[in-house]
């Protein structure tokens, strides 16, 4: 089998790992061939519209479990291949230096027994590190069930490590996946978190849940992404809207995959570590996001005794809790009402999503609307009108 | 009745500073500055030149903080036709407010600046993932780019540093600057160079053939979303992309 071959069956059994960031670190190019840039740089963009940053490829599709929604399971009658180190870093040198990629995403199947998977890991990036003296990104899997050692090794080598948690809850695990277990994933969480340091994955890592593939509700899984966050420092937890690959009873038979609720979702994980919010304050337990509204105006909309809030003087949270207002602009607002005093008018030329934040806010004890118009119908109504061209954009009925 | 005078310079970026300064100095009130290259004379306008004196361009710039000179190098490089105006009354409120400027964005200029000063970041950021380097037979790594804005010597930067141990030359295709870089120093030529015709390595085809079979895989079928793609990675980005190329050409058609 040539490289041709075997790059196409292995990136297309690893494009289902939602990860593509490439930012957190700042490798140094030192003697060797590239740099981590601390921003992360997109290259290019598929057909689907995600980000390609890193050669996203699996060492082995040959895995030994048989999880249910998995293109590797065992029983699955697909091509089965396998890179050697010296194909990898071929690739990945090459592509580097004509500027295609930022780095190597490095995946596996599960082949043998988790310490030697990991093993083959090591031996591939140790190569690519020592032998081309490469400094790009590297992203890498931390298999769960490897020993403590082989994590160590690894996590000195690469910028971020991940282990996939894929469902948020026990039984949903046991469901789909009999042969993983939460626990051997969380361990390796611990390890990686204790071991944290600047030599030790600079980048953090990372975990991936799939989305509409079990009854869990979205309150399980927010909740869940903010127990990981707290307990593990996690730097990010990517979701992926289920796709159905593999027939079985055990899943849903889905048409399209759940691609607003993964929205929401994303927008909810947002508000939790960059906005202040807790799990709990956006979502009742058992619940769903609405898809007609994002979770900050669902949430404003329920507290709406908490607003209109005047934008010359509440505080940076206070801000960021109005909809339409960001990190950046709500710095910005701070900054600059010292200086003048804002109007609506000056609210656009600093980044404020206008066409959200006017129900939500006052400038100097003025209401955009006539006051009486403040209340749950009027604004509910505007605002969903507003959202739907954004619907049709996203072509999920066509 | 006010005049309607037309200020022109000569197109580089310390003429301009020099420009700015002798109308600064002399309390002029511009209605527009342009580069000559750039000028088309109009009925009813009258245009105005300055000598060029580098000693007061300089005396300005050093009266400027770190921040703001980035700020308006930014700006210079944007291919916004009203930059230079706009540059000029941030100088000048820059001079009154110094670096409190940046907080003062109800300020038409400082809004307007920032906005184009941003506009060209962004562009530098993203030809930071959209340069396609061609391995040449030389071991020249050669690559074209059609950027917006000028943004040439800030991209060189980022590759200084990323490829140190290669040499490489981009060239932006619009502007004709060509930009190499050979053992830790870059090389700026501004003409049409003699170019032969390019050799590529031998092995270029089969990684641009790699390339783009994994660009193809990659995507998934059940998600295609190519509007998304196309806002995130505009067309006009699209002829030196060369995973791209294929889709460009089709359309042509």
Known sequence: MDVQEKLQILSDSAKYDASCSSSGSKRASKKGLGNASISGICHSYSNDGRCISLLKILLTNACIYNCEYCINRRSNNIKRATFTPEEICYITVNFYKRNYIEGLFLSSAVIKNPDYTMDLIINTVSLLRNKYNFNGYIHAKAIPGASSSSIKKLGQLVDRLSANIELPSEASIKLLAPSKNEKSVTKIMQQIKENKNKNFVPAGQSTQMIIGATNDSDYDIINKSSQLYQNYSLKRVFYSAYIPINQSSLLPTLTIPPLKREHRLYQADWLMRFYGFKAKDLLEKDDNFNLLLDPKITWALKNLNEFPKEINKVNYYELLKIPGIGPTSAKRIIKCRKKFKITFLDLKKMGVVLKRAKYFITCDNQYYFKRDNFNKNFIEKKLILEERPKYEQMRLFE | ?253
């Not at chain 2, 420009?19 to 000559?36: D, E, F, T």
């Not at chain 2, 930009?179 to 050799?199: A, F, P, Q, S």
């Not at chain 2, 641009?208 to 990659?218: A, G, Q, V």
Request: glycine content about 2%; charged content about 30%; proline content about 2%.
């Open chain 2, 1 to 253: 009745m006010n005049r309607v005078v037309t200020y022109i310079y000569d197109d580089t970026f310390i003429d301009l500073i020099s420009l700015i300064a002798k109308l600064i100095i002399n309390k002029a009130r511009p209605y527009s500055i342009q580069s000559k290259k750039n000028y088309v004379a109009t009925l009813f306008s009258e245009y105005k030149e300055y000598e060029f004196d580098p000693k007061i361009a300089k005396k300005l710039l050093n009266r400027l903080s770190h921040k703001t000179k980035k700020a308006i190098i930014n700006m210079y490089l944007s291919n916004n036709n009203n930059k230079e105006i706009v540059i000029y009354y941030f100088i000048k409120n820059s001079l009154k407010y110094e670096d409190d400027i940046f907080q003062m964005r109800n300020l038409k200029c400082v809004h307007e600046g920032l906005k184009i000063s941003k506009n060209v970041t962004r562009e530098t950021h993203k030809f930071k993932g959209f340069t396609r380097f061609k391995l040449l037979n030389n071991n020249v790594l050669y690559a074209e780019i059609l950027p917006t804005n000028n943004i040439i010597f800030l991209l060189s930067k980022h590759f200084k540093v990323r490829l140190r141990n290669e040499k490489w030359v981009i060239k932006d295709v619009k502007r004709n600057i060509y930009c190499m870089y050979e053992k830790g120093k870059i090389y700026y030529v501004n003409d049409d160079l003699e170019v032969n015709k390019l050799e590529f390595d031998e092995n270029e085809n089969q990684i641009e053939k790699l390339w783009k079979n994994f660009f193809n895989t990659i995507s998934i079928k059940e998600r295609e979303n190519k509007k998304h793609q196309m806002s995130l990675m505009p067309k006009k980005y699209w002829k030196y992309i060369i995973e791209m190329e294929d889709v460009n050409e089709k359309s042509d058609k």
